[in-house]
C-alpha cells in the first residue's frame, strides 16, 4: 500500500511536471513575440532615423551607415524610378514598392533566399525610399540564448518543487503517522496515550476524536472495573451467611426447630448469590457497567429481618447480637439493591463491633421519606472521618493499623447505590457510643 508521504510527493512532482511544461511553452511563446516585436521596434527606429538624413546616392552608403547602428541588417534602397539596389532587394516585393513609390510607409514580413524576414521601408523627402531588412534566423540566435535560459531556471523551479514537496510530504505526514501510532497504541489497550496536537485542521480533528475516544474507554473501562470491584465485594457477603450458618451447623448452634428458617435463609443467600452473578454476566456482555436499578414496591421492614437472618448465622459465631425494629411499611425502590445497602452496613457494623455488643437496624417512616438507621457498637469514627467515611479506601487507610478493616469497598458501593436510589446516606456517631449510619429514602 502506498504510504500517504509518497503520494504527497508523486502529485506534487506531477503537479511541478505540469506547471513547467506549461509555463515552458507559454513563456516561450511570449519570449519568441517579445523578441520579434522588439526587433521591429528597433529596426522601424532605424529606418525612420535613415529616412530623416540628407540625400544617400547608393545602397552601398545605406548599408554602410545601417549596419553601424544595426549589426546583420540587410538594406535597399529604391530609387524615385522605382528601381530597387542593394542586398535586400529580392524581400521588396510589387505590393511593398507600390505603397513606397506611393509615399507610404511599409511595416511588414516578407520571405526570401534567406527565408522570412521584418521588413521596414519609408520613403524619404528626396523621393526614394529606404528598405531595412532582419531576417528571422538571426532574431532566433537571440532568442535560443533566452530559451536556455528560461529552460534553465525552470529546471532550477522544478528541482525546488519537488524538494518542496519532498519536504511538505514529511511535514503533513508526520502528525498523521503520529496519530497512527498513537491509535494503534489505544488498540492495544494503552490509556492516557499522548496524541499530536501539531498539523492541519484534519489532522487535529483526528487527534481530538480520538483523545475523546480514549477519554471515554478511560472512563467506561474504569466504570466497568469499579462494577466489577463492587461485584467481587457483593459477592463476599451472601458467601460469608451461608458460611457462618454452615459454621453455626457444624457446631451444633442452630436448635432443630430452627433448621426450616435456616435453610430458607441459605436458599435465599443462594439465590442472591446467583443475581450476582447474573449481574457479572451482564458486565461480560457489556450490557452493563453498574448495578442496574429496578423499581418497584418494598417492604423495608421486610428487607432489614432478611438481612439481618442473613447475618445472624455470622453474628452468633462472633458473639454479636443483631436486633431489627421496623414498622412494616412499603416504599417505591429497589429492594434487591437497598438490601446490598444493609448488607454493606452490617458487614461494616460486624467487623469493629466486639463480643457482646449490639447492632441495631432500625427504620422510621417520616413526612415523604422512610430513614434506615444501622448502629454498630463499636469505637465509632474520628469526627474528621465523617465526611469522608464513603470515599474508597480513605477509612481502611487510616484504621487499618488501629482495628480490623475490609477492603475499603463497602461504605463507597453503598453510598453510590443509595444515590442511585434517589437517596442520601449520612456517616454519624450514636450518643451511647459506636457509629450510626443513616440512610434515607423517598416514598
Known sequence: MTSLRARITLVTVLVAVVTVVVTALISLQLVRLSTTDGARVQLAAQAELLAKLPRISSA??????????????????????GSV?????????????????????????????????????????????????????????????STIRILLSLAIGFAVAILGGTLLARVLSKP???????????????????????????VAAVSDALAALDAALTSSEGRQREFLLSISHELRTPITAVRGYAEALADGLIPPDQLVNVGATLVAETERLDRFVADLLELARLEADDFTISHGPANVAAVLTEAADAWRGRATTLGVTLVVSAIPATIETDARRLRQVIDGLVENALRVSPVGSTIELHAVVGVGNTRIEVRDGGPGLA??????????????????????????????????????????????NATGGGAVFTVTLPE
Open 60 to 81: 552601398a552608403e545605406l548599408s554602410e551607415r545601417a549596419s553601424v547602428a544595426l549589426g546583420g541588417t540587410e538594406v535597399a534602397l529604391v530609387s524615385a524610378s
Open 383 to 428: 469526627t474528621e472521618d465523617l465526611a469522608v467515611a464513603f470515599d474508597r479506601g480513605v477509612l481502611r487507610a487510616h484504621y487499618r493499623d488501629i482495628r480490623p478493616v475490609g477492603t475499603g469497598l463497602g461504605l463507597s458501593i453503598a453510598a453510590r447505590l443509595v444515590a442511585r436510589l434517589g437517596g442520601t446516606i449520612v456517616a454519624g
Open 85 to 145: 539596389d542593394g542586398e535586400a532587394a529580392s524581400y521588396v516585393t510589387d505590393a511593398i514598392l507600390t505603397k513606397l513609390t506611393s509615399g507610404h510607409a511599409v511595416s511588414t514580413t516578407a520571405k526570401g533566399p534567406g527565408g522570412a524576414a521584418i521588413v521596414e521601408a519609408r520613403p524619404t523627402r528626396a523621393g526614394t525610399a529606404i528598405v531595412l531588412v532582419r531576417p528571422v534566423t538571426s532574431i532566433e540566435s537571440a532568442l535560443r540564448q
Open 176 to 202: 498523521l503517522t503520529a496519530t497512527a501510532t498513537a491509535a494503534s497504541r489505544l488498540a492495544r489497550g494503552e490509556r492516557g496515550v499522548s496524541l499530536p496536537t501539531a498539523g492541519t485542521a484534519e
